[in-house]
Nanobody, 124 residues
Framework: QVQLVESGGGLVQPGGSLRLSCVVS????????IGWFRQAPGKEREEVSG????????YYADSLKGRFTISRDNTKNTVYLQMNSLKPEDTAVYYC?????????????????WGQGTQVTVSS
């Protein structure tokens, strides 16, 4: 059974940083895309970032380029989302997600597995 467990969320002041982690277990696929979505109160879930299992190529939503960085540690079955210069509008529940396919760029257009989410609140 595939499990995605997120951690690292919390309360941070505007301009601060957080690093989210997603540990994946029960996974046997070699080729997949893994990444992050977020959902703010009253808004639709939006794709944030993705990374390819094959070549490590990355995708970012245009509004987040330069502030967020996705990375992975295959030895730990973990993907990270480093979030810098956080803004109040980044407040949302952040979800880890996996698609059982590759794409260029590595988009999560059809998600096969979801994590439970971790809350990120940016407020002074």
């Amino acid at each position: 059974q595939v499990q995605l467990v997120e951690s690292g969320g919390g309360l941070v002041q505007p301009g601060g940083s957080l690093r989210l982690s997603c540990v994946v277990s029960g996974f046997t696929l070699n080729y997949y895309t893994i990444g992050w979505f977020r959902q703010a109160p009253g808004k639709e879930r939006e794709e944030v970032s993705g990374i390819s299992s094959s070549d490590g190529s990355t995708y970012y939503a245009d509004s987040l380029k330069g502030r967020f960085t996705i990375s992975r540690d295959n030895t730990k079955n973990t993907v990270y989302l480093q979030m810098n210069s956080l803004k109040p509008e980044d407040t949302a529940v952040y979800y880890c997600a996996v698609a059982r396919r590759l794409s260029k760029p590595p988009r999560l257009s059809r998600v096969d597995y979801w994590g439970q989410g971790t809350q990120v609140t940016v407020s002074s």
